[in-house]
């Protein structure tokens, strides 16, 4: 299946686009953030075709702007949901965080 992954983040976007992640996989991730992130990522990555797109952040795209609200929300959340897949799924798929 085709993907397109729009994102305001040059560093995500970068980070795939110029294979940073694949020698950060390489060497475990260490010293990255968000390792268990990245390692859920590649997953999905590597069972699609997938393309990025980098938007500028901030620049009145309706998404994107949408987007920033809900995360802006869920930081300021204190009892924020149990990640389930990080929980249970990551174990059975051999993902070590």
Known sequence: MK???ISDSKYV??????KWVFG?????????KNPDLWKRFLIVYRKHQVDFK?????NNH?????CDELAV???NQKDLS?????EKEGNKQGIRF
């Open 54 to 58: 980098w938007i500028k952040g901030h």
């Open 13 to 18: 976007v970068d980070s795939v686009l110029k």
């Open 3 to 5: 993907v397109l992954v």
């Open 82 to 86: 149990v990640d389930d897949f990080y």
């Open 73 to 75: 929300f869920a930081s």
């Open 62 to 66: 309706p998404q994107n702007e949408h």
């Open 24 to 32: 950060w996989e390489k060497k475990g991730f260490t010293g990255k």
